[in-house]
Nanobody, 124 residues
Framework: QVQLVESGGGSVQAGGSLRLSCAASGYTYSSFNCMGWFRQAPGKEREGVARIYTGSGNTWYTDSVKGRFTISQDNAKNMVYLQMNSLKPEDTAMYYC????????????????WGQGTQVTVSS
């Protein structure tokens, strides 16, 4: 059974940094075509924040986090990370780790596996 467990959320002031971690288990990490981070703020739709292909390491970021967030992975440890710098109050949300097994699902952001989420709160 696939499990994704996030950690690293918390409360910080604007301009601060946090590093989110996601531990994947129950399936060979390389069997996931890509891993991603999503977020959902109260009253808003869930949005994709960053994506990384497990094989190539190619990354994608939503425009609002480019230059501030970095997604990375440690394939040997079955881990994916999201380094968040220069945090803004509008980054406040529940952050979710997700995985997809096919290239089509990755490209269309149809991730089939999800963690429980970790809360990030940024105060001004």
């Amino acid at each position: 059974q696939v499990q994704l467990v996030e950690s690293g959320g918390g409360s910080v002031q604007a301009g601060g940094s946090l590093r989110l971690s996601c531990a994947a288990s129950g399936y060979t990490y390389s069997s996931f075509n890509c891993m991603g981070w999503f977020r959902q703020a109260p009253g808003k739709e869930r949005e994709g924040v960053a994506r990384i292909y497990t094989g190539s390491g190619n990354t994608w970021y939503t425009d609002s986090v480019k230059g501030r967030f970095t997604i990375s992975q440690d394939n040997a440890k079955n881990m994916v990370y999201l380094q968040m710098n220069s945090l803004k109050p509008e980054d406040t949300a529940m952050y979710y780790c997700a995985a997809a097994r096919s290239g089509i699902d990755c490209r269309s952001f149809k991730f089939g596996y999800w963690g429980q989420g970790t809360q990030v709160t940024v105060s001004s």
